[in-house]
């Protein structure tokens, strides 16, 4: 079983949680807004492209998580391609390396979103009750689950039925919580690595030269 632990949105303190995963050797992906100051009431990383680069150099991954944090189902296609082109390009261009990954703001999709996303990006995540345990490995419908689902976690561990891929999204939880967590995870031995890796591994990732079409 495959553990990635995921952060949404960029918010300033997930700095201080990169450093600290760093120490303890477990990579994580960090899914970026790009283009506001605030996200609930919360500085964002993006006007730190330092820091960002630094995360990068830890060998995180960075990620999209649009530009402007919209309700992609809401808006047109030429805004979805906006959101998703934009803010690639910004993240790229501060990392300068690829960026593989995406995550849904609000988590809603439909076809036509999906559809945009495929374009940019070679996999993307939800939240939710979209595929919450990966049953069907899909790379444009990658499920996640909230620290309050952790306790069915390590009861699905000792099923038959494990799955194979586990993301953990967070938000705003307080760094000592995130650490505990990822101190528990890794003395159970679990396999942690950042979701592009996890998903590479798993072999169920576009491949590269349809990403861009
Ligand atoms: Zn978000």
């Not at 699905?156 to 967070?170: D, M, S, W």
Request: charged share 25%; glycine share 4%.
């Amino acid at each position: 079983m495959l553990i990635s632990l995921t952060f949404d949105d960029g918010f300033k303190q997930h700095y201080e949680i990169a450093l600290k995963l760093y120490r303890m050797d477990i990579p994580a992906t960090f899914f970026i807004i790009t283009g506001l100051k605030k996200y609930n009431g919360k500085h964002l990383l993006i006007n730190e492209p330092k820091l960002l680069k630094e995360i990068h150099n830890l060998n995180h991954e960075i990620a999209s998580h649009t530009h402007t944090h919209r309700d992609l189902t809401k808006i047109d296609r030429a805004e979805i391609m906006y959101e998703c082109q934009y803010s690639k390009s910004i993240l790229e261009n501060i990392i300068n390396d690829e960026v593989k990954g995406f995550a849904y703001p609000y988590s809603t999709i439909n076809d036509d979103v999906v559809k945009t996303v495929k374009k940019f990006y070679r996999y993307a995540r939800c939240m939710g009750k979209i595929n919450r345990w990966n049953n069907n490995l899909h790379p444009y419908k990658v499920g996640s689950i909230g620290i309050r689902h952790l306790p069915k976690l390590f009861l699905k561990a000792i099923t038959l039925r494990k799955p194979k891929l586990v993301v953990i999204t967070f938000h705003k939880e307080p760094i000592s919580i995130v650490t505990s967590i990822a101190k528990l995870l890794k003395e159970l031995s679990f396999e942690l690595k950042t979701l592009y890796e996890a998903l590479t591994k798993l072999n169920i990732l576009n491949p590269y030269e349809e990403t861009y079409n």
